[in-house]
């Protein structure tokens, strides 16, 4: 796939991991939890995927759809 299909299954991933652990998890559990999220989630492409996003956005904003 593209890196944005690729940057947004693995987004999807991580948060089915982590979002159930932290909501259902004990409150003192918590900010383990969301730390390791964020340290896996900044480990993927956001620049690229911003920067794709934002041209799409900018693209329909023009009418270039």
């Known amino acids: 796939g593209s890196p944005e299909q690729i940057f947004t299954t693995k987004s999807d ?3 089915r991991k982590y979002l159930p652990e932290m909501i259902l998890g004990a409150p003192s ?3 383990k939890l969301w730390d ?3 340290a896996e989630l900044n480990k ?3 620049a690229g995927y911003e920067a794709t996003i934002t041209k799409v956005v900018k ?3 023009a009418g270039k759809w």
């Open 36 to 38: 390791a999220y964020i």
């Open 29 to 31: 559990n918590f900010d």
């Open 59 to 61: 693209d329909r904003v």
């Open 13 to 15: 991933d991580l948060q």
């Open 44 to 46: 993927l492409d956001k």
